[in-house]
């Protein structure tokens, strides 16, 4: 689909009207505009847009206010049977497994500061092998907590 020029900040290429500097739509940028204002200041901050931009995507919120209530409307609605969808035991055996593992981590994260030899730095190290090598680290120190914690 070739570009549908709405005005000099605005283009439409299927996704819904668009800023033509950084693909953010109007629809994206709406929620903030008009469900939960926020300032000018902190959308300038929050997005890669300048003001000209966002007074653009104001005005054509106001030219078309109907319509783009109801799309986001729809959008809100997709988004709620999404998340309804996938409430099941499952996932929230699956949510519940990341957030044990998650404060795992963290019991880690600070066992290293105390103990920094459970972990040492290797100057120039590169980011990938210390990423492995944490991993590692961090599963040894699970199953040895576990284990800790099964005798009891």
Known sequence: MD?????????ERGRGPELRSCRLTVNELYP???DYPTS?????ELYPITAAELDAVRRYIAANAEALAKTNAEID????????EQDTP?????????HETLLAFKAFHAARKMRP????????EPLDTRRERLSAAFRAWLRASETVAEAG
């Open 90 to 98: 499952e996932m929230r055996a699956r949510f519940q497994q990341s």
């Open 77 to 84: 609605a997709r988004i709620e049977r999404k998340i309804a």
């Open 3 to 11: 570009p549908v020029i709405i005005d000099e900040y605005l283009y």
């Open 32 to 34: 903030s505009l008009m």
């Open 40 to 44: 000018d200041a902190r959308m300038l």
């Open 117 to 124: 030899e459970l972990f040492p730095e290797i100057p120039g």
